[in-house]
C-alpha cells in the first residue's frame, strides 16, 4: 500500500475517515461533513454513545447527502495526551476496517486542544497505516479475491499537506526496512538459508551500502572455530555479512577519530539444536532463530533509505544448526576467533557461539562507538518476561539508558537484567576456558549475556534477547501477527535522537 497526501477538503467518493478526541468538538473537517450529511456524524455519535474514546469507532454507511461509501469517525481519546503511539495505532486500525475499500481518504486536522500540530498526525497515522498493511501472502495460492486487500493508496487530506508529506518520508524509509525484516523472518527456512539471506543482504548496495560477505574459507582463515563449529552440521555453508552505512557529514564523527555504530545480528537460519536435538514439536519456530540478524538487515535498509547522518555497520553471523555426520558434539572444544576456548557442551545453545566471533570481528575491525547485538538467544528470556520486553544486558549505563528511552518512545520496550561476576563464574568449565552452558537451568539468559560479554572488550555494548518479542502469535494495530521486527524502530530511533546531532 502506498500512502499519498493531498490538500485539505472533502472527498467526493469513496470512503472518509475523521478522528475526534474524547469530548470535544468536531474538528473542522469532520464538523463540514456532519453539515453535508445534516448533522448525521452528531446524531450517529448520540446514537453509538460515542464520544471519541480511544480505540474505539463508529461507521456510517451510504450516508445521506455526500456520494461517499462509508465514513468512519474514530476516537482518539483525551487531546491532551494525543501522543504519537496513539496516532500509529489509529492509523493501523484504519487500515485494518478499511482494506477492503478501494479508496479511502483520511481527514486529517488539526485537532481542538491537541498539541501536535496537523502535520504530525497525518505523518503519524499514515506511518502507522502502512506499518499495519503488512502481509507475507506469496504463498496463499487459493486466498479468495474478495478476501485480499484491495486498498492500494491511502490519502491523507490535509492542511499542509507537502510538509507532511516532508514529515512522513523519513518513516516511510523506517516502514521499507521493517517490511524487509519481516519478509525475510517470515521465509521458510528451505528458502532463506546463509547463501540467500547474504545475497538480500547485498540488495541494500542500490541504496549506497558497502556489502561484503565472507565465506567458510575466509571466516578459516580469521580463525573464526566458534561460528564455524555450528555450521559444520549443515551442509548450507555459513556467511558472516558485513553492511556499512557510511552517512556522517565529513568533518564529524568519522574525523573526530570515532568508530561506527555497530549492531550485531543473531542468524540461525534455521535451529534444530544440532546434537543436542530438539522435541518435534513447535520446531518449525526455529526459523525465525535468524531474527536478530533480520533486524539488523532492516535497520541498515532504514538507516540508508532515510540517509541517516552517522556512520553504522551491521554484521550478521548466518549459519543453519544441523545434525549431520559430520556435526559438533557435545564435548568438542572450539577455539573462538578471540583465542578463548570453548567446550561445547550443548549444541542447542549455539548463538552464543556464532555472535562470539561476530561481536570480536566487530571491535576488532571497527573500533566501533558501541555495539549493540541483538539475538533469539534463550527460552529463558520468555520465561522471565513474556512477549512485552526484550530483556536488554549492558556494559553501560548511558548506553542502556538510551536504549530503554528509545524502545518506550517506540512502544518497543526493553528491561535491563544485571550481569555480574557471580554469573560468569557458571561458565569456567574443567576442559577449556569457558563452556557454552552452566550447570543449572537457573537465570539462563544472564548466563548468556556472560558469555557474550567475553567477546566485547571495553567497548560500551548492549545485547537484546528478541527471543520473547521477534515473533507474535497476536496482531496490534501496527504488528499484524507474525514477524514483528522488533528492534528496527527502537534503533533507528536510538541512532536518530543521539547520533545524529
Ligand atoms: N534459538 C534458541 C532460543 C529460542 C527459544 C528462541 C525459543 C526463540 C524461542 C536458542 O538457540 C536455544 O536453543 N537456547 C537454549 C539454550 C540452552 C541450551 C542453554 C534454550 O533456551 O533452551
Ligand atoms: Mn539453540
Ligand atoms: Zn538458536
Partial sequence: MKISFTKSGLPASGSAVVAICKGS????????????????????????????E???????????????????????????????????????????????EPVVTVVVDTLPGCPLPAVSIA???????????????KYLTKEKPEDKPKLKQLRIACDGHIKARQAYAPKDAVVDGVFMTRDVVSEPPNIIYPKSLAAECRTL?????????????????????????????????????????NGAPAGRGRNRGQGPLAFIGKGVTFDTGGISIKPAAGMWDMKWDMGGAGTVIGLMKALAGRKAK??????????????DGNAQRPGDIVTAMSGTTIEVLNTDAEGRLVLADALWYTKERFKP???????????????????????????????????????????????????????????KADAADIKNISNGRDAGSI????????FVGDVPWAHLDIAGTAWSNESKPTIPKGATAYGVRLLDRLVADHYEK
Fill in 369 to 427: 562507538r558501541f555495539m549493540v547485538d541483538l539475538a533469539t538467544l534463550t527460552g529463558a528470556i520468555i520465561v522471565a518476561l513474556g512477549h512485552e520486553y526484550a530483556g536488554m544486558f549492558a556494559n553501560n549505563d548511558e548506553l542502556s539508558a538510551n536504549l530503554t528511552a528509545a524502545g518506550k518512545a517506540v512502544n518497543e520496550l526493553v528491561w535491563r537484567l544485571p550481569m555480574s561476576d557471580a554469573y560468569d563464574k557458571k561458565i
Fill in 123 to 137: 505523518a503519524e497515522m499514515a506511518f502507522g497505516a502502512r506499518l499495519g498493511s503488512y502481509r507475507f501472502d
Fill in 205 to 245: 548496495s542500490v541504496l549506497g551500502v558497502k556489502v561484503e560477505v565472507l565465506g567458510r574459507a575466509e571466516m578459516q582463515k580469521l580463525g573464526m572455530g566458534a561460528l564455524l563449529g555450528v555450521a559444520q552440521g549443515s551442509s548450507q555453508e555459513a556467511q558472516l555479512v558485513v553492511m556499512q552505512w
Fill in 25 to 52: 468538538k468536531l474538528p473542522h473537517g469532520a464538523a463540514a461533513l456532519d453539515k453535508a450529511m445534516k448533522g448525521g456524524i452528531v446524531r450517529a455519535m448520540k446514537a453509538a454513545r460515542f464520544t471519541g
Fill in 310 to 323: 552517522v556512520d553504522a555497520v551491521g554484521v550478521v553471523g548466518l549459519v543453519e544448526n544441523m545434525p
Fill in 54 to 100: 480511544k480505540g474505539k469507532s463508529i461507521d456510517i454507511l451510504a450516508p445521506a447527502g455526500t456520494r461517499l461509501d462509508r465514513v468512519r469517525v474514530i476516537g482518539l481519546g483525551d487531546a491532551k495526551s494525543l501522543d504519537e503511539l496513539t496516532l500509529q495505532d489509529a492509523g493501523g486500525s484504519i487500515y485494518r476496517a478499511l482494506s477492503r
Fill in 447 to 454: 548466563v548468556a549475556a556472560q558469555f557474550l560479554q567475553r
